[in-house]
């Protein structure tokens, strides 16, 4: 679904998720591995307020990663 | 009853202008024609029919006039075979001919659709043919040139004849054609962790094996280039992970989706569990539905927005649920959304996955 996004509207697409390889399968060009599978934007084990910084430093990884021009698929790490 | 008063099987011939004499490229916008007899490939195809199936008519169109005119081309090709009252369709072998393969399986699909003929054509595996046509119609795998017009009009006939007999039931494989993408069910005489076991085995020992749960093969495009200017950037969000209103209006499917949902959310600051819930069936929802910003993190990009981390949220996210999903239904999704961001001047997404 993002791959035919990115081609269709020719604008960049960076997915958050948690198995890496098969966002590298699907064909996915800029990847951030997201915390956990029911949970990929948020960890809220944590506690409310670290669950919410998790997810401002992965918005932030994720934005900077639209913003970078990429030669290849590339997984974003923190 | 002898042979000969016997009902023989009537077979129709499909060919283009070179294999019917006609002229090479300069006579390729050659238009639909009919004869009474087998030509070219078709006497070969004629001799291995025989005795029990005869070509009754060849039904001829150039290469050039089938591709620039398809729609003329197919109805007035129908026609003229359709006037052979066929049993069965035979058309090319095409070999590794683009067009042919296009008119061949074009031609070969459109008869079993329009007039319920059976019908099956052969070409090289590398003929675009193939993979436009091998899911609607029966296409024999041939050489990539016409030296291999004997064999493949062999294998077209004994083709041909169990196919009106109703005898095409194995798998693809075995019945000798390209894959249509269909599953059949059957009852196998070996229990399926038996199977698997072997099948582990077999790939431990570096023995050949056969899957029988086939993976998709996934394409690759070269990245977009990098947003420029991210402070008046529009982003998308977009999710496969099933966060929806609640109460799915959209009636999404909890896996297996046929369909994705969009929904508004101008206004909205952050996910609360009274408005949004996920209905995926793919993970544990527990958490989704506490704060659906886990899977979506609305309200970090609605914070960033108003710092103006970057431009604009787009004003409405797109959804469905990636568990179980056909291939081809998430990349018509992916289509259908990329061209609505792309009329809506979006910049970038950011796609969420559980």
């Known amino acids: ?24 399968t699907v064909g996915a060009n800029r990847i951030v591995p997201g915390i ?13 307020e670290r669950d919410r910084a998790v997810r401002e430093e992965l918005v932030m990884r994720s934005l900077g990663a639209l913003a970078t021009d990429v030669a290849e698929q590339t997984v974003f790490e923190k | 009853m002898s042979e000969s008063n016997e009902k023989k099987i009537r077979v129709v011939h499909y060919i283009n ?25 078709g006497m070969a195809l004629k001799a291995k029919l025989a005795p029990e199936a005869e070509v009754v008519g060849t039904v001829i169109c150039g290469d050039g006039y089938y591709g620039e005119h398809t729609n003329d081309a197919r109805e007035r090709c129908l026609s003229l075979i359709k006037a052979f009252e066929p049993d069965v369709v035979v058309a090319g072998p095409a070999f590794a001919a683009g067009r042919y393969g296009f008119a061949c399986g074009d031609i070969a699909s459109s008869v079993t659709e329009r007039l319920g003929v059976p019908a099956l054509t052969a070409m090289y595996e590398e003929n675009p043919g193939v993979a436009l046509y091998a899911k609607k119609t029966y296409i024999l795998p041939c050489g990539d040139n016409a030296r291999g017009v004997a064999e493949a009009a062999g294998r077209m006939a004994a083709f041909a004849k169990k196919l009106v007999a109703g005898e095409v039931k194995g798998p693809a494989r075995v019945e000798g054609y390209f894959p249509r993408g269909v599953r059949k069910n059957f009852v196998h005489e070996q229990p399926g962790g038996e199977r698997a076991v072997e099948m582990l085995l077999s790939r431990l020992r570096g023995e050949a094996f056969r899957t029988e749960y086939e993976m998709p ?8 280039p990098a947003l420029k200017d991210l402070k008046n950037a529009t982003i998308a969000l977009v999710c496969s992970g099933g966060i929806v209103p609640m109460g799915n209006p959209d009636r999404i499917r909890v896996s297996s989706a046929e369909s994705f949902g969009i929904y508004d959310i101008s206004g909205v600051s952050d996910l609360t569990p009274d408005k949004y819930e996920s209905i995926h069936g793919g993970y544990e929802r527990a958490f989704a539905n506490r704060d659906p910003d886990v899977i979506l993190p609305l309200d970090v990009m609605r914070a960033f927005e108003k710092q103006g981390v970057f431009g604009k949220l787009h004003d409405k996210f797109y959804s469905t649920t990636g568990t179980g999903t056909a291939v081809s239904f998430a990349e018509q999704f992916g289509r259908e959304i990329g061209e609505e961001l792309k009329q809506s001047g979006v910049d970038a997404v950011i796609l969420t996955s559980t």
């Open chain 2, 217 to 224: 093969v996934f394409n690759k495009i070269p990245p977009a």
């Open chain 1, 1 to 24: 679904m993002g791959r035919e996004i990115e081609r269709v509207a020719g604008i960049p697409v960076v997915q958050i998720a948690t198995i890496i390889p098969i966002m590298l």
């Open chain 2, 17 to 41: 202008q070179f294999f019917a004499g006609i002229g090479g490229e300069e006579k390729a916008d050659c238009e639909p024609l009919s004869k009474q007899e087998a030509m070219g490939p």
């Open chain 1, 36 to 48: 956990a599978i029911p949970h990929p934007t948020g960890d809220p084990d944590l506690g409310p």
